[in-house]
């Protein structure tokens, strides 16, 4: 299989990621399915899609030939047979809970013709703890795109020990085609390159502020003003979901046990009150 011969992608989740991931493959010429168990999340996504490119067209960044290639390639579904069945390359960007990623790839193993390859978004999880839950073990790795998938040009490719030579090539000729840079990882590793790093900075910022040394907005503007940061850490939760800090920090601790993976507490504080960041419109901040 080569580049040339991938025509359909179906993204699976239509939240935050899975959306803008969606729109990016099909501004790229792609036809894409996006699929969702829920309709509400399918409106909003499509919802997105319908408001983003003609705005874009008016401030002059598209040309309207794009936008409206883009809008007719983009498919919505909450059925994945229907999202999945004939895709040449699928993209998962569900919720970060092993179990659910599982169920789901051995779902997309039965769903897929043999030749797609099934790759996950997920930031921490490593492609292996799904791929044997398919028989297609070597089709399967990690493409981890940043959020806004939109805006943000890096991808992270994860070539675990199962991943194809061949798989990783067209992961990395992918995300180069929707004008992505990818950076490849030969080795899997819990976190990846980038969110090992922000992973340091960000517990070192949660433990300030539940130790009550400075506020997460004081810290806020220590990071961007004297690092250099275009938004501190707990804005930066705030963007990418409290929630999902939440479910990272659980998955860890159960898997190695140690305490000091567990979320902060002001992560669970917040997680408790469903206070998620800018998709419920208050977080560490509050937002009209």
């Known amino acids: 299989m080569k580049l040339e011969d991938i025509k359909k992608i179906c993204v699976i989740g239509a939240g935050n990621m899975g959306h803008q991931i969606a729109v990016c493959c099909a501004l790229a010429g792609y036809q894409v399915s996006c699929t ?12 997105f899609a319908k408001g983003y490119l003609p705005e874009r067209v008016a401030k002059g960044k598209m040309k309207q030939e794009q936008a409206d ?13 229907e999202a999945a069945g004939d895709a040449d390359y699928v993209i998962e960007a569900a919720v970060e809970k092993i179990e659910v990623k599982r169920k789901l790839f ?6 897929t013709p043999s030749h797609a390859i099934l790759a996950t978004n997920s930031s921490f999880i490593v492609s292996s703890e799904v791929a044997y839950s398919t028989k297609r073990p070597e089709k399967v790795c990690n493409m981890h795109f940043f959020n806004p998938a939109l805006v943000m040009k890096l ?9 194809s030579a061949e798989t990783a090539q067209i992961t990395m000729d992918l995300a180069g085609k929707l004008g992505k840079t990818g950076v490849l990882l030969k080795k899997e590793i819990y976190g990846f390159v980038v969110n090992r790093i922000l992973a340091a900075l960000n517990a070192e910022a949660m433990f300030l502020a539940d130790m009550g040394i400075a506020t997460p907005e004081e810290i806020d503007i220590a990071v961007t003003n004297a690092l250099g940061h275009p938004m501190g850490p707990f804005r930066l939760v705030d963007l990418t979901g409290i929630d999902l800090a939440y479910y990272i920090g659980m998955e860890r601790y159960q898997t190695t046990g140690d305490p000091k993976d567990k979320p902060s507490p002001l992560i669970v504080e917040k997680f408790t009150k469903g206070e998620y960041g800018v998709k419920t419109k208050k977080g560490f901040y509050t937002y009209d």
């Open 69 to 81: 290639m883009a809008l007719a390639n983009l498919s919505f579904s909450n059925k994945l047979e």
């Open 106 to 111: 051995a779902d997309l193993d039965r769903i």
């Open 36 to 47: 969702d168990i829920s309709q509400e999340m399918l409106d909003k996504a499509e919802s």
């Open 155 to 163: 991808v992270e490719v994860v070539q675990g020990a199962h991943t």
